[in-house]
């Protein structure tokens, strides 16, 4: 397994325009995260899927976000109805959960290339 | 809040000398340590972590050290190299493992 991948790499989209982002994660990993980086800051964390699971999702997820792991491999992150505040670059990371406790410590997160997303 | 703070933007090393790269934190409940390279248009790297329990770690020319009492956390590189060049991130967790990222500091090496 080469590492987490993420479809597309680069988006540039409308203001308005509804946009999905695809992560396929390491094949044995069964934690997902997604995290978003602006300009200047480092990734922060939007939300993580343990199997197909959704345990938590940050505030900085409004109504708009959605994101889904619907057979415990692949995610996908969709923003609706897009603002020029979404512009940033979304990463996905993953690791395994060796003690298969939810919300319980896992190995090292590795990461993605990331989808660079511009709303004009 | 930044719990997780690197107050150093950018730091310029020698090519061949140590580079100190500086974490604070603020948040005593954190319990898991990591250092993350990222080169620009690619994904964070993992270099090396620490646990709370320990006060150092070294792998490589890459060493962590942990100061629990001062919420301080500082990433070594020796002998620093011209590829080691790009932004380095700290990152912090506790429980539920999402990752708390710093700023990040961008090392530059020059021959």
């Known amino acids: 397994d080469t590492g987490v991948s993420q479809d597309p790499r680069h988006k540039i989209t409308k203001r308005g325009q509804n946009v999905t982002f695809r992560c396929d994660p390491i094949?044995?990993?069964?934690?997902l995260y997604w995290y978003r980086q602006t300009l200047g800051q480092g990734p922060e964390f939007l939300t993580y899927?343990?199997?197909?699971?959704?345990?938590?999702k940050s505030r900085l997820l409004s109504d708009r976000f959605s994101a889904e792991r619907p057979k415990g491999s692949f995610s996908t992150l969709e923003i609706q109805r897009t603002e020029q505040g979404d512009s940033a670059m979304y990463l996905c990371?993953?690791?395994?959960?060796?003690?298969?406790?939810?919300?319980?410590?896992?190995?090292?997160?590795?990461f993605g290339p990331g989808t660079r997303l511009t709303v004009l | 809040d930044q719990q997780v703070k690197q107050n150093s933007p950018s730091l310029s090393v020698q090519e061949g000398r140590i580079s100190i790269l500086n974490c604070d934190y603020t948040?005593?409940?954190?319990?898991?340590f990591l250092w993350y390279k990222k080169y620009p248009a690619e994904g964070p790297t993992f270099l090396i972590s620490?646990?709370?329990?320990?006060d150092k770690n070294e792998d490589g020319r890459f060493t962590v050290f942990l100061n629990k009492s001062a919420k301080h956390l500082s990433l070594h590189i020796v002998p620093s190299q011209p590829g080691d060049s790009a932004v380095y991130f700290c990152a912090a967790m506790f429980n539920t493992d999402k990752l708390i990222f710093g700023t990040g500091t961008r090392l530059q090496v020059f021959p």
């Open positions: 990371a993953s690791s395994f959960d060796r003690w298969g406790l939810a919300g319980g410590p896992t190995d090292t997160q590795y």
């Open positions: 948040n005593s409940m954190f319990d898991y």
């Open positions: 094949s044995e990993h069964n934690r």
């Open positions: 899927f343990q199997n197909e699971a959704q345990l938590e």
């Open positions: 620490i646990s709370s329990i320990k």
